[in-house]
């Protein structure tokens, strides 16, 4: 008895209604239709139109649904099914069909792209198996190791070089002189610009690196006067080669690289018109103010030349000559690091000097 009781109770309920209509074919939706066209109304208490609260969603219940179509009163939609192996079956992949007679590689992948499987028509493999030996990598074949890496299949040696033939037009050719003989190098092409271009797989294909310019300058051939190439050194500071006699200008505080190569002709025009400006407190330079010491002037010329004076009144042989290779001598000996061969130059030239 209980358990009837419960099957009446839930046969009252609003889904089996609407169940229960749907099998039987009665339209549970007329008595809405006719109060939305205004042949039944509803009031409240307030004698006011009654708004209805649509909870439920105006749609077919699932359940509605499955039953119409069991029934056979609604049509089953049927959904295409991607299979790979039937389009395959209908057109084989574009690698088997290429003849390389009569395309060029170049024409099918022109630019960087992603790998694509179908298209290159080589035996890739790539992954990594316990025993290689028995099991070979994979297959190109929807491996996505071979997306996630670059590849430079458009880089090949054709397309480089039609790539070289298209930009030839717009390129100067070399002098065929500095070809011959690099020595006039230095003379005829005395700046130098260097700089660095990356080429790496990122989200951006700019590298902050490639911005930075070096300038090497060669001093002699900015034909300096003896006081404006010292006051060049002077400002230039550790960025002049003593040995070299190159002046290196380093810009990369700029964005771009056109706007640090415009920087560094910048400061190579101030400093070489600072160098050659004459200022009036330039003339109260003394010899101690010099860079570098100068073995006219020195105490060691003039104690030198009386100590020849007082040979010759002895009547010892002593060559004139020695002295000015002596002064040279002298002059790197003092001006540069101190080893052990200029220590012995410098006594073989003393002793050559005064004919010991």
């Not at 002593?318 to 290779?325: C, G, P, R």
Request: aromatic letters at 6%.
């Amino acid at each position: 008895m209980h358990r009837l009781s419960h099957i009446g109770t839930r046969s009252k309920s609003t889904l089996a209604d609407k169940l229960r209509n749907a099998v039987g074919g009665a339209d549970y939706g007329k008595s809405k239709q006719a109060m939305a066209a205004g042949s039944l109304t509803a009031k409240d208490e307030n004698g006011e139109d009654f708004r209805e609260l649509y909870v439920m969603p105006k749609r077919k219940l699932r359940g509605q649904t499955q039953l119409e179509q069991a029934t056979g009163r609604a049509e089953v939609k049927t959904r295409s099914r991607f299979d790979l192996m039937d389009r395959l079956a209908e057109r084989p992949p574009r690698s088997e069909e290429m003849d390389p007679e009569k395309h060029t590689w170049s024409d099918i992948w022109p630019a960087a792209r992603t790998f694509a499987s179908s298209v290159v028509p080589l035996p890739v493999r790539m992954g990594s198996r316990p025993n290689v030996e028995k099991r070979a990598p994979f297959k190109k074949e929807g491996n996505l190791e071979l997306v996630k890496i670059p590849n430079f299949l458009h880089l090949t040696p054709v397309a480089v070089q039609q790539h070289c033939e298209a930009i030839k037009k717009f390129c100067t050719p070399y002098p065929p002189e500095l070809l011959s003989d690099a020595s006039l190098t230095p003379s005829l092409l005395p700046i130098s610009v260097q700089y660095s271009t990356y080429i790496h797989q990122g989200t951006n294909i700019r590298d902050i690196r490639s911005r930075v310019i070096t300038m090497i300058v060669d001093v002699d051939s900015l034909k300096l006067s003896e006081n404006a190439a010292e006051k060049l050194v002077r400002l230039a500071g550790n960025r002049y080669n003593q040995e070299t006699g190159k002046l290196t200008i380093i810009t990369d505080r700029c964005h771009t690289r056109k706007q640090n190569l415009d920087y560094a002709h910048y400061l190579l025009t101030v400093l070489y018109h600072e160098a050659n400006k004459q200022e009036a407190w330039a003339e109260l330079k003394e010899r101690s103010d010099n860079l570098q010491v100068e073995f006219d002037g020195s105490t060691t010329k003039s104690k030198l030349e009386d100590l020849i004076e007082k040979a010759k009144s002895s009547g010892l042989k002593t060559d004139e000559k020695a002295l000015a290779e002596f002064g040279e001598m002298w002059k790197t000996y003092r001006n540069t690091e101190e080893t052990a061969e200029k220590t012995r130059e410098y006594g073989r030239q003393m002793k050559k000097m005064l004919g010991i």
